[in-house]
C-alpha cells in the first residue's frame, strides 16, 4: 500500500468544526480507498463523505463514497473503481439535507 495524497481537515466555521486526516491510499494496483485517522466532527444530520476538485459544495466530478460512518475515530471508504483519483484533492463533510458543508481536508502528494 502507498499513500497517493493526504490532508488535515478543518471545520468549514466556527460551528461546523472538524479535524484529524485524510488519506488516499492505493491498497493494490489501481484500487484505493479514502481512510479517516484522529477523525471528528460536529454531528448533524444527513452527513456524507465526498472526494472533490474543489473544496465547496460538491460539484459535478464529486463522488459520493457514502454516509459519515462515525463522527469520531478511524475508518475507510473504498473508491469506486475506475475513478481517477488524481484529480480528487479534496476530502469532504457534506451535510446533503441542508447543503451546508462541515469539514474538508486539501488533499496533496
Given at each position: 500500500a502507498r499513500v497517493v495524497s493526504a490532508g488535515e481537515f478543518s471545520g468549514a466555521?466556527?460551528?461546523?468544526?472538524?479535524?484529524?486526516r485524510a488519506q488516499i491510499i492505493e491498497v493494490a494496483p489501481d484500487e484505493y480507498i479514502l481512510r479517516f485517522e484522529a477523525f471528528s466532527v460536529r454531528n448533524g444530520p444527513d452527513l456524507f463523505v465526498y472526494l472533490s476538485s474543489d473544496g465547496g459544495e460538491p460539484s459535478g466530478d464529486a463522488v459520493k463514497l457514502g454516509a459519515l460512518k462515525?463522527?469520531?475515530?478511524?475508518?475507510n471508504y473504498e473508491i469506486p473503481p475506475g475513478i481517477d483519483v488524481s484529480g480528487l484533492g479534496y476530502a469532504m463533510i457534506w451535510c446533503d439535507q441542508f447543503a451546508v458543508l462541515f469539514a474538508t481536508a486539501p488533499l496533496s502528494s
Open positions: 466555521d466556527d460551528f461546523h468544526f472538524g479535524e484529524g462515525a463522527t469520531d475515530g478511524a475508518f
